[in-house]
C-alpha cells in the first residue's frame, strides 16, 4: 500500500521507506520462526517449502539490500512492488498448504481414532449408521 501511495504521490518518500522498514525485520523472524517451528514439528514438506523464502531474507539481510533507501525508492519501485507480490503469493501459498495438511490430518486421526476404538457408529437424524456408510459431513461420533 506504501509503494502505491508513493506511487501516486500521496506520501512522501521518507514517510513510505520508514513505514516499510518497519516491518522488514518482524517479516524475516516470523518466517524464520515459522520455517523452525515446521522442521521441529516433523512437517518436512512444509519445511522444505519455507527453505527458500528463507534463505532469500537471510541473504537479503547479509547483504545488507533488506532496507528501501529513502534516496533510491522512486529507481526501485517497480522491483520492490513486484518482489511484494511475489512475496504476498507465496505466503498465499503457503497459509493454502498449511489448511489443507491441517484438514488432512485432523480427518486422518478421527480416521484413526474411529478405526482404533472400534466406535464406527454414527447417529444421524435418528438412525444409526456404520461409518463407511456416512454420506453426510455432520456426524456425532458415539
Given at each position: 500500500?506504501?509503494?502505491?501511495?508513493?506511487?501516486?504521490?500521496?506520501?512522501?518518500?521518507?514517510?513510505?521507506?520508514?513505514?516499510?522498514?518497519?516491518?522488514?525485520?518482524?517479516?524475516?523472524?516470523?518466517?524464520?520462526?515459522?520455517?523452525?517451528?515446521?522442521?521441529?514439528?516433523?512437517?518436512?514438506?512444509?519445511?522444505?517449502?519455507?527453505?527458500?523464502?528463507?534463505?532469500?531474507?537471510?541473504?537479503?539481510?547479509?547483504?545488507?539490500?533488506?532496507?528501501?533507501?529513502?534516496?533510491?525508492?522512486?529507481?526501485t519501485l517497480?522491483?520492490?512492488?513486484?518482489?511484494?507480490?511475489?512475496?504476498?503469493g507465496y505466503?498465499?501459498?503457503?497459509?493454502?498448504?498449511?489448511?489443507?495438511?491441517?484438514?488432512?490430518?485432523?480427518?486422518?486421526?478421527?480416521?484413526?481414532?474411529?478405526?482404533?476404538?472400534?466406535?464406527?457408529?454414527?447417529?444421524?437424524?435418528?438412525?444409526?449408521?456404520?461409518?463407511?456408510?456416512?454420506?453426510?459431513?455432520?456426524?456425532?461420533?458415539?
Open positions: 500500500m506504501c509503494l502505491a501511495d508513493l506511487e501516486f504521490d500521496y506520501i512522501n518518500p521518507y514517510d513510505s521507506s520508514s513505514r516499510i522498514n518497519k516491518v522488514v525485520l518482524p517479516e524475516f523472524i516470523l518466517q524464520g520462526i515459522l520455517c523452525v517451528f515446521y522442521l521441529f514439528t516433523g512437517h518436512w514438506v512444509m519445511s522444505l517449502l519455507c527453505a527458500p523464502y528463507l534463505y532469500y531474507n537471510v541473504r537479503v539481510y547479509t547483504q545488507k539490500k533488506h532496507l528501501a533507501d529513502v534516496t533510491e525508492i522512486f529507481n517497480p522491483w520492490e512492488k513486484k518482489q511484494r507480490l511475489f512475496k504476498l505466503l498465499v501459498l503457503v497459509l493454502f498448504f498449511s489448511i489443507f495438511w491441517l484438514i488432512w490430518s485432523t480427518l486422518d486421526d478421527m480416521e484413526d481414532y474411529c478405526n482404533r476404538n472400534h466406535r464406527n457408529t454414527v447417529i444421524l437424524e435418528g438412525r444409526v449408521l456404520g461409518f463407511k456408510d456416512l454420506s453426510s459431513r455432520f456426524f456425532v461420533i458415539e
